[in-house]
């Protein structure tokens, strides 16, 4: 059963492989409509670049996550391995990654979406 937050990003593709995984896996084929485009080229580039990048910050996230979960669920929890994950500097490292590389995928697909409106 999916989450009630989960709910507001449509419905469920049914491809099997997380998007994360397709992400990093090369798995992102840009439609025709821009790489036939000569001038988007490096554009594209940078998009699946920004699209990696993301994949990446999320998977850190995830793992700090999951981390924090395991932790949080052991019967013999001591109070130096909580202070250890609260101290990790690691997950905000990721968000702000995350930050940058949505910036920036969304500034390069602004710019296609510019070159496609101009033609």
């Not at 000569?38 to 793992?63: K, P, Q, T």
């Not at 700090?64 to 001591?78: I, N, T, V």
């Amino acid at each position: 059963m999916r989450r009630a937050s989960d709910h507001s990003e449509g419905e469920r593709t049914g491809t099997g492989r997380r998007a994360r995984d397709r992400i990093l896996s090369g798995g992102t084929l840009p439609s025709p409509v821009i790489t036939r485009r000569h001038e988007l080229a490096n554009l594209i580039l940078f998009l699946s670049d920004d699209l990696r990048e993301c994949a990446l910050a999320v998977g850190g996230i995830e793992s700090f996550l999951l981390r924090a979960q395991e932790l949080l669920e052991k019967p013999d929890l001591g109070a130096a391995e909580l202070r250890d994950i609260v101290d990790d500097r690691s997950v905000v490292e990721r968000f702000d990654l995350l930050a940058d590389a949505l910036a920036s995928l969304r500034k390069s697909m602004a710019r296609i979406h510019d070159s496609l409106e101009s033609t």
